[in-house]
């Protein structure tokens, strides 16, 4: 199967590598449970954010997240919407490739996957939601002092943008997308808990041509590194209120 994966990575993966699939993790493979350790994710942080002068922890452990994020997204929906494999991305079993800033840039997977269980949208994504993010997001804030929406937002920004790319890829089939948006619809999840990626982004008629049309729900709060600015997709509101700021100041 691991061949199987190394398939996806064209069209809207074109630009990707795909995981690195072995049962022994290379030596310099990081376990992503690692990540939840206080003291690794305060150093983690200075690493990352020497490029960023040492700005605001929150702003610089929220753009950290936005890679690792990312790379969670692309890998576990392609394998999840076009192959309907569940692949191993819990913190106790994913091993991560790291930059020398601690940015995460690639997943060293034991295995290529297993067959879905179950394919209503949340047992589907069971692994990642609760076996890594749900997790790692109460680790960030609590390291960080941000609050868990910021991480969520990052999170649920990246499923629903990969969800949407991969419905043109040249595998997909007719509704490939729709179990992930069936979740990011849902306000509870079956047990009755809050969905965290309960529409993370929404889309707006552009009132002006600087203004984008896919609009996060919430700030990654970026703009609080001040050569950073904010971002494409930040929430409208946001910007006025930063303007309304900035003027008054």
Known sequence: MSQALSTLYIGPLEGLAPPKVSAAPGPDALPARTLLDPAYLDALFARFG?????????????????????ALAAHGLAANLLLERDLPLGLDELHLAQSAEGQTTGLDLRHAGRPLAELDPYPRFATLLDGHLTPLVEALAAATGASPKVFWSNAGNYFEYF???????????????????????S???????????????????????????????LCCIRY??????????CPLECRRAGKAVKAAG
Request: proline content about 9%; some cysteine.
């Open 187 to 217: 306000r509870r999840l079956p047990d009755g808990r809050r969905n965290p990626l309960y529409r993370p982004v929404r889309y707006v008629t552009p009132a002006a041509p600087d203004q984008p049309a896919r609009v996060r729900r």
């Open 50 to 70: 020497a490029r960023y002068g040492q700005g605001d922890r929150r702003a610089v452990a929220s753009l950290w997240s936005k890679w690792h994020f990312s």
């Open 163 to 185: 969800a949407g790319a991969l419905a043109d890829h040249p595998m997909a089939s007719k509704g490939l997308a729709e179990p992930a948006q069936a979740l990011m619809e």
């Open 224 to 233: 609080l590194i001040d050569e950073l600015g904010y971002c494409a997709n």
